[in-house]
Nanobody
């Protein structure tokens, strides 16, 4: 089982940018589909974006299309989320996640095998 550690969160102004990173500890990182979720207190954890094991298939939730870019660098065992044109409604704790079990790109939280610890993203209004 891979272990995941996130970094890159912080406070930005409306319209600003952040790049999140999620570093995996194991050599099997390249076998996993990788996913970003986010969660606001009191609400369900929300799917944001995913990328398959080869990087050839990517999916974004409608609310972030055109603004967020998911990528992976298997040589570094790292998943990225470049977030541009950030909005106050993007404020959340962002989690990276990994699964071997789903053929679908958009998965639910119950399909996740491994979670990162989360990193706070706050966009000032």
């Amino acid at each position: 089982q891979v272990q995941l550690a996130e970094s890159g969160g912080g406070l930005v102004q409306d319209g600003g940018s952040l790049k999140l990173s999620c570093e995996g500890s194991g050599r099997r990182f390249s076998s996993y589909m990788m996913v970003w979720f986010r969660q606001v207190p009191g609400k369900e954890r929300e799917f944001v974006a995913s990328i398959n094991w080869s990087g050839s298939r990517i999916y974004y939730v409608d609310s972030v299309k055109g603004r967020f870019t998911i990528s992976r660098d298997d040589a570094k065992n790292t998943l990225y989320l470049q977030m541009d044109s950030l909005k106050p409604e993007d404020t959340a704790v962002y989690y990276c996640a990994a699964t071997l079990r789903s053929a679908r790109l958009r998965i639910g939280v119950d399909e996740v095998e491994v979670w990162g610890q989360g990193t706070q993203v706050t966009v000032a209004s």
